[in-house]
């Protein structure tokens, strides 16, 4: 067997805003299998030598286990989340009857 860890390398392709371009952080739905996945949408953050490019909107992106399927994608409009100057850093998951929310 070969360990093919979601999502693909096409779900990342750098500067396609469809993808994902800096995931920061994710957190998985043990009830569900849904991964749900922050992307700030910046490349080259941890370059030193080069600053980092905001090419994309962050997102939030939700990506089923199960069926290695994007389920949904939500962009954060700039007065939510700014391009250069918001950092997205970390995603809790609420559960309110059993479900994740």
């Known amino acids: 067997y070969v360990l093919q860890p979601p ?3 096409e779900d990342q392709t750098v500067g396609d805003c469809g ?3 800096y995931v ?3 957190e998985i739905d ?3 299998g849904l991964m749900w996945i922050i992307d700030n949408g910046r490349i ?3 370059d030193q030598e ?3 490019r905001n090419l994309c909107p962050a997102k939030l992106v939700i990506y089923d286990l ?3 399927k ?3 994608s939500h962009v954060f409009p700039p007065d939510v989340v700014n391009y250069t100057s918001c950092f997205l850093n970390d995603i809790v998951l609420d559960y309110v009857e059993g479900r994740a929310r």
């Open 19 to 21: 993808a994902l371009q």
């Open 50 to 52: 080069t600053p980092p």
């Open 70 to 72: 994007w389920v949904r």
């Open 30 to 32: 043990p009830n569900t």
């Open 66 to 68: 199960h069926n290695y």
């Open 44 to 46: 080259d953050f941890l």
């Open 7 to 9: 999502p693909t390398w």
């Open 24 to 26: 920061q952080s994710m």
